[in-house]
Nanobody
Framework: QVQLVESGGGSVQSGGSLRLSCTAS????????MAWFRQAPGKEREGVAT???????RYSDSVKGRFTASQDKTKNTLYLQMNSLKNEDTAMYFC?????????????????WGQGTQVTVSS
């Protein structure tokens, strides 16, 4: 059974930084993509970053240059380093995974999901 567990969310002031983690268990695919999504109240879920097993990445325009996705395969963990945070980055952040090689930011392409971690950015 695949489980994805996010951590690292919290409250931060505008301009600050946070690092989210997503630890996977039971996920044994050697070809895969893992991604970060977020959903703010009243808004649709938005893909912000994805990384494949071979290290390719893709970012949404809204976070490009501020967020960095990375992975530590020895720890089965995906990270999202978020810098220069803005109020509009406030959302629940979710980790997702799929056994394929494509850099998709569409939520319907992923079949494993974590429970989410809340990020709140205030002025």
């Amino acid at each position: 059974q695949v489980q994805l567990v996010e951590s690292g969310g919290g409250s931060v002031q505008s301009g600050g930084s946070l690092r989210l983690s997503c630890t996977a268990s039971g996920f044994t695919a050697t070809t895969y993509a893992m991604a970060w999504f977020r959903q703010a109240p009243g808004k649709e879920r938005e893909g912000v970053a994805t990384v494949t097993n071979d290290g390719r990445t893709r970012y949404s325009d809204s976070v490009k240059g501020r967020f960095t996705a990375s992975q530590d395969k020895t720890k089965n963990t995906l990270y999202l380093q978020m810098n220069s945070l803005k109020n509009e980055d406030t959302a629940m952040y979710f980790c997702a995974a799929r056994e394929w090689r494509y850099l998709s930011l569409d939520d319907w392409d992923y079949n494993y999901w974590g429970q989410g971690t809340q990020v709140t950015v205030s002025s």
